[in-house]
Each structure stands twice: as structure tokens, then as C-alpha cells.
């Protein structure tokens, strides 16, 4: 899980791979299509979507002729629990810190 989060953080840092990771949530997509919807070449988002792949973020499959990419959901459920934990962590802190608070004005 942790290769998950610190290779899918550090994928995700690049403004363009951001944009593939939204444009895939909304479904699976060939390169063409991907690369009609960036300011970059269809070169370029395949470049990119192998550091997605090589990050777990991202995986693809054969479908006739075209390569479809789509994310991956091992990949993305790392990420997202490890945000969970970070943001839960961070809640009981900030009810700790009001509760504290209370207990003083008392």
C-alpha cells in the first residue's frame, strides 16, 4: 500500500497527469481520446499515462484495436485510504483542541 501512496502522490504532483487521473475517473479512454482533451500530444499523454501506470494509478487492456486505459482501483483505494486516515487523525485532533478548549472557559 505505502509504494501505492508514495509513487500515486508523487504521479499525481504533475498538473497534466492530474488532468489524465480526472479525464479516466469519468470513464475508461484510448489515447486519442485523452489526448483531445489536453493542451499536450498524443505522444506526450502516453508518456504520462506510463507514470500513472508505473505508479498503480492506472491500468489498460486491449480492446480490438485501441489500448483503453482506465484507473486502477487497487491504486486508488490506497490513496484514498490513506487520505482517510490522514483526515480522521486530523479530526480528532481538532476535537480534542475544542473539547480542551471548553474544559478551560470553565
Do not use: C
Request: glycine share 8%; aromatic share 8%.
Amino acid at each position: 500500500m505505502k509504494t501505492y501512496v508514495s509513487n500515486g502522490m508523487s504521479a499525481l504532483g504533475d498538473a497534466t497527469r492530474r488532468a489524465i487521473f480526472e479525464l479516466l475517473a469519468e470513464g475508461p479512454s484510448p489515447v486519442g481520446e485523452l489526448a483531445r482533451e489536453l493542451p499536450v500530444t498524443r505522444p506526450a499523454v502516453s508518456q504520462h499515462l506510463k507514470v500513472l501506470k508505473e505508479a498503480g494509478l492506472v491500468i489498460d487492456h486491449q480492446e480490438g484495436t485501441r489500448r483503453l486505459y482506465q484507473l486502477n482501483p487497487e491504486g486508488v483505494g490506497a490513496l484514498r485510504a490513506y487520505f482517510d486516515q490522514f483526515w480522521n487523525r486530523a479530526l480528532r485532533a481538532f476535537k480534542q483542541a475544542v473539547e480542551q478548549g471548553q474544559e478551560e472557559e470553565q
